[in-house]
């Protein structure tokens, strides 16, 4: 059974996250999976369409074309990664 909100107290700040999520963005993401927020179809990332011909990369899923993900970065070390179009993504993680 999962603990109401009022069971679990007052909730932590982001960097309580940290360590999860480390483990999560140090994965090889090509092999990781998308599930297309437009059209629900799941692949590998690296079976996604590419565009990196333009200020940021783009990808676009191979069933509708509809764009997963956008990552730009700046020349000051900055990168924003828009994931709008992907409804779930699956990572494998080392046991
Ligand atoms: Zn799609």
């Not at 599930?35 to 899923?61: I, K, N, S």
């Not at 994931?83 to 993504?89: A, I």
Request: glycine content about 8%; hydrophobic content about 40%.
């Amino acid at each position: 059974m999962t603990p109401t909100s009022e069971e679990q107290g007052p909730p932590f700040d982001g960097n309580a996250s940290a360590g999860d999520l480390s483990d999560v963005f140090a994965v090889d993401v090509t092999v990781a999976r998308t599930t297309c927020a437009g059209c629900g179809d799941t692949r590998q990332l690296a079976e996604l369409y590419a565009y990196t011909r333009a200020p940021g990369t783009v990808l676009r899923c191979a069933s509708c074309e509809s764009v997963q993900i956008r990552l730009v970065r700046s020349a000051h070390g900055q990168a924003w990664l828009d994931l709008t179009g992907v409804r779930v993504m699956q990572l494998p993680l080392d046991a």
